[in-house]
C-alpha cells in the first residue's frame, strides 16, 4: 500500500514536471497556461476516465488516481491556512481607502454569480432540463473559488446528495481558467488599441510568469539571498507555521461545532456544520502568525507564496486528473450553460461596469479582478504585470489589501460555505432575489465612490 502511495507522488512530480517543460514551448508559452493545469490534463487524459475506458500500454493504472484523490480537500486547507501569512496589516482605514473600489467590485461579481446562476437555473435549467436547485451555487464556487473550493466544499455536496454538482464544479473551475487567459488576453490587445493602456506589453520581463520565476524576482527585488530565504531551518519552521494554521484551523472549527451541537444544534439546527474545515483555517493562520512573531519569529511572504503556490500546483493538477466526467452523458447541456453563463457575467461587469466602478485606471483595476473572479489571484497578478509592470497605478497594492476584504466572505469563504445550505433552508427563488439586490448594492456602492473621489 506504501508503495503505491510512493508511486502516486512520483508520477504526479513527474506530470507537473513535463506539464512546465510543455508550458515552455514557444507556441503555448504565450498563453501563460499554468504547468499544473497542463499536468492536470494530461493525467486526466492518461487516466481511467479517457484512455482507461480503452485500456491501452500508456493509461495510468486507477490505484494512483485513488491515492490522488483525497489530496485537494487536503491541500485547500493548506492554501488558506497560508492566505494572511506574512502580509503586513495596515490600519482598516488606510486598507478601506486603498481598496474598497476593488472589493466592492469583486463584491458584486461574486454576488452576481449566485444571481445570474440562481435565474438561469430558475428560467432555464430546472423547467427544461430537471437541473438540482444548487446548481446555482456552482459558478461562485467554481468561477470564484477555484479547484480548491470545489475540493474543500465535497463533504457539503455529500451532505445534499449532489454528486454530479461536486463533478460539474471541479470541471467548471478549468473551464474558467482557461477562459480568463484566453478572455484576458484578448481584452488586453483590445485595451491596447483603444488606447486604455500603453507601451509595449512585457513579454520579456515576465516569459513564462512561472510561480516560482515570480517569487524569485521578488526575493531579489527585496534584496534576500535565495540561499538564506530557502535555509534548512527557515523552510522547516515555515512548514511547522503551515501545519499549525491548519491545526488551529481544525480546532476553531471542532470547538465551533460542540458549541453548535451543545446549544442550538441539540434541536437539529446545523449552521456551523455545513461549512467546510478550510475556511476557518485561515483564521487559523492568523492565530498562529500572531503566536509566531510574539515567539520572537519572523514570517518570510515570499517563502510562505513559494510553498502554498507548491501545494496549489499538486491540488490543481490532482483535482483535474482525478475529475469524473459521468456528468456529460447526464448533465453536459446545464455544465454548458452553467459555463456561458459564467464568462458572460463577468465579461459584462468588466466592459460595463468596471469602468463605472474605478474612477481612476479602470482597465486595470477591472481586468486584475475579473483574472481572480474567473481563475485565480496569480493569474490577476499576471495580467496586472503584463498592463502596469512599474506598479504605477497602485493597483497591485489595492488589490492585495482587497483580500483581507474579500476572502472571509467569499470565493471559498464564509457566504460560499453557506451557499448551498441556504438556497436549501430559504428555498432557490428567495436566494437568487437576496443576492440579487446585495449584488445591486455594491455596484450602487462603487458607483458613489467613483463619483466621490
Known amino acids: 500500500m506504501q508503495n503505491i502511495y510512493i508511486w502516486a507522488l512520483l508520477v504526479l512530480i513527474g506530470a507537473i514536471t513535463v506539464g512546465y517543460l510543455f508550458v515552455q514551448l514557444p507556441g503555448i508559452r504565450r498563453a501563460f497556461l499554468p504547468s499544473s493545469v497542463a499536468a492536470g490534463l494530461i493525467l486526466l487524459i492518461l487516466g481511467p476516465e479517457v484512455l482507461g475506458k480503452f485500456p491501452t500500454e500508456t493509461s495510468i493504472a486507477s490505484a494512483l488516481y485513488k491515492a490522488w484523490g483525497p489530496l485537494p480537500g487536503l491541500l485547500i486547507n493548506v492554501i488558506f491556512g497560508a492566505l494572511f501569512l506574512g502580509r503586513p496589516i495596515r490600519s482598516l482605514r488606510h486598507i478601506w481607502k486603498s481598496a474598497a473600489p476593488q472589493a466592492a467590485f469583486g463584491q458584486m461579481i461574486a454576488w452576481g454569480y449566485y444571481a445570474v446562476g440562481g435565474l438561469v437555473v430558475l428560467l432555464i435549467l430546472m423547467p427544461f432540463f430537471g437541473a438540482n436547485p444548487l446548481a446555482a451555487a456552482l459558478l461562485e464556487i467554481s468561477f470564484e473559488g477555484g479547484h480548491g473550493t470545489a475540493a474543500g466544499m465535497i463533504p457539503v455536496f455529500q451532505e445534499f446528495n449532489y454528486h454530479t454538482g461536486q463533478e460539474m464544479s471541479v470541471a467548471l473551475a478549468t473551464t474558467s481558467l482557461f477562459a480568463t487567459l484566453t478572455a484576458g488576453f484578448m481584452l488586453i490587445s483590445y485595451g491596447r488599441r483603444k488606447k486604455y493602456i500603453s507601451g509595449p506589453t512585457p513579454y520579456s520581463e515576465i516569459k513564462g510568469m512561472i510561480y516560482h520565476k515570480r517569487v524569485i524576482r521578488q526575493l531579489d527585488k527585496a534584496g534576500v539571498s535565495l540561499r538564506e530565504e530557502l535555509g534548512l531551518f527557515n523552510v522547516a519552521g515555515h512548514l511547522i507555521l503551515l501545519a499549525a494554521s491548519v491545526g488551529l484551523g481544525w480546532a476553531l472549527h471542532w470547538s465551533i461545532l460542540q458549541i453548535e451541537l451543545l446549544t442550538w444544534g441539540s434541536d437539529g439546527l446545523k449552521i456551523f456544520g455545513y461549512m467546510p474545515a478550510f475556511t476557518f483555517c485561515m483564521f487559523g493562520g492568523m492565530l498562529a502568525q500572531i503566536i509566531w512573531t510574539k515567539s520572537g519569529l519572523k514570517v518570510s511572504r515570499p517563502l510562505v507564496e513559494l510553498l502554498s503556490g507548491a501545494a496549489l500546483a499538486i491540488l490543481v493538477a490532482s483535482a ?102 441556504l438556497i436549501v433552508l430559504l428555498g432557490l427563488p428567495t436566494f437568487a432575489i437576496i443576492c440579487m439586490v446585495l449584488c445591486v448594492f455594491w455596484a450602487v456602492v462603487g458607483f458613489a465612490m467613483a463619483r466621490s473621489r
Open 320 to 421: 483535474i486528473a482525478t475529475m469524473k466526467l459521468d456528468f456529460i452523458s447526464t448533465d453536459g447541456l446545464t455544465f454548458l450553460i452553467l459555463a456561458a453563463t459564467g464568462v458572460s457575467w463577468v465579461l459584462f461587469s468588466f466592459l460595463v461596469m468596471a469602468r463605472r466602478m474605478f474612477r481612476r485606471d479602470w482597465f486595470t483595476n477591472g481586468i486584475v479582478s475579473i483574472g481572480q473572479s474567473m481563475g485565480t489571484t496569480a493569474t490577476g497578478l499576471l495580467f496586472a504585470q503584463i498592463i502596469d509592470p512599474k506598479q504605477r497605478t497602485g493597483v497591485v497594492e489595492s488589490f492585495g489589501y482587497k483580500q483581507l476584504m474579500f476572502e472571509p466572505l467569499m470565493g471559498g469563504g464564509i457566504v460560499t460555505a453557506l451557499s448551498m445550505p
